[in-house]
């Protein structure tokens, strides 16, 4: 009897690995697929599973994660005619995605499904509040009352202050004004989050950690001049050590007016709930 189920063990793991090594040799032969590029629009790839990791042939090709989605890939190309390159993508369900990547003037899709089925790929949010949620609590906290002391910077007839720190589950939320008391729109360049020593020794490098908006409300791209625009960004929840500053920069598109903030960990842990 001990004979017998010895010999149905070994038949029985012969076969697994069978079928893995057909499984395996499948994936090997499988081509990858054919993606096409160019360097003034971006496309999205929709994968069915959370992006875990990417690679990029050439640094020809530009990729990042939609800001506060799991499972989209916004690439484009870095520059016009580039050679043949390829991008590789795993995804949390243990899926190798492998793309061969060739520049085009004009793609023909700009947003890719990676599902093998027809059904319709959904989206997967870092937080389980939808946009809506998003846009309501912003607003919410845009007709709210300062909730926390002036912190601000001026320059040149601009200002920009942090008037609220707001929590919901796992995303803060930081409410802004911005000030423009000139006759010239400020047109914003870019807004950065970023944490780091509250001071440096001379000769030492400061490590910076970005920390990337999810969300955000309001007019973030250009203030008329002689106008005030409440603007509300949202962040996954984090606290700092007291060593550490949470540092806030605005930076003007074609212009000289950069305003910058420094927040210490004791004004974002006051953060006040909402419902």
Do not use: C
Not at 37 to 55: E, G, P
Not at 86 to 110: C, M, R, W
Not at 113 to 130: A, G
């Amino acid at each position: 009897m001990q004979h017998y189920l010895n010999k149905l063990s070994l038949i029985l793991t012969g076969g697994i690995l069978a079928l893995l090594i057909l499984r395996v040799d499948a994936q090997k032969t499988e081509e990858p697929t054919q993606l096409a590029i160019t360097f003034n629009k971006t496309t999205s790839l929709v994968f069915s599973s959370v992006i875990k990791s990417v690679d990029r042939g050439s640094r020809d090709v530009l990729a990042q994660k939609a800001k506060g989605v799991e499972n989209v890939l916004q690439i484009k190309a870095a520059r016009e005619g580039f050679p043949e390159t390829n991008l590789t993508v795993i995804t949390a369900d243990g899926i190798i995605h492998e793309f061969t990547v060739n520049y085009s003037k004009e793609p023909g899709k700009q947003v890719v499904s990676l599902e093998e089925s027809d059904e319709e790929v959904q989206l997967i949010f870092e937080s389980e509040m939808t946009e809506a949620d998003f846009a309501n609590r912003s607003k919410r906290i845009v007709q709210s009352k300062r909730s926390i002391r002036w912190i601000k910077d001026d320059n040149d007839k601009v200002s920009l202050s942090l008037t609220g720190i707001y929590i919901r589950e796992n995303i803060a939320f930081y409410n802004f004004r911005v000030v423009n008391h000139s006759n010239i729109n400020y047109d914003v360049d870019y807004v950065r989050f970023f944490i780091r020593d509250k001071t440096k020794v001379k000769r030492t490098a400061s490590k910076e950690l970005e920390q990337e908006p999810i969300y955000s409300y309001g007019n973030a791209n250009s203030i008329k001049g002689n106008s005030t625009e409440p603007i509300v960004y949202a962040l996954e929840k984090f606290t700092i050590p007291d060593a550490k500053r949470l540092v806030i920069e605005m930076y003007e598109h074609h212009g000289g007016r950069h305003l910058k903030l420094h927040i210490k960990n004791k004004i974002i842990v006051n953060a006040r709930l909402i419902e």
